[in-house]
């Protein structure tokens, strides 16, 4: 299990070192799909339902949500995976090479 600080990412250059956490990339996931219409986080603490890891040098995150009643789920689930793709890249300069998103059920 990670610890709050484990980093996902350092680097070391002249300049000295840039470490960036797991927790700054679920983050920045959890805010590019908080306000997607039809999308519920399955939990609703800010931390859970989301989970970024490495696993021989690919970045993965893991999303836990629920689609609201009358949404595509797969449509929805597909769009999730382009936003956060899009916007750890733009954000952290970390190339996400794969996001499971788990629908966990309906939202009414």
């Not at 939990?43 to 009358?70: H, I, M, P, Q, R």
């Amino acid at each position: 299990m990670k610890m709050a600080h484990d980093y996902f990412r350092g680097e070391s250059s002249e300049l000295g070192s840039v470490h960036i956490a797991y927790s700054v990339i679920e983050h920045i996931a959890r805010i590019g799909i908080d306000d997607m219409e039809g999308v519920v986080i399955a939990d609703g603490s800010f931390k859970k339902g989301f989970n970024a890891s490495e696993d021989k040098g690919l970045t993965k995150v893991n999303v836990d949500v629920k689609v609201k009643y009358g949404f595509n789920a797969d449509r929805i689930a597909r769009q999730i995976q382009d936003v956060i793709i899009k916007d750890v890249r733009q954000m952290a300069d970390v190339i996400v090479e794969n996001v499971d998103v788990n629908v966990l059920g309906s939202h009414f």
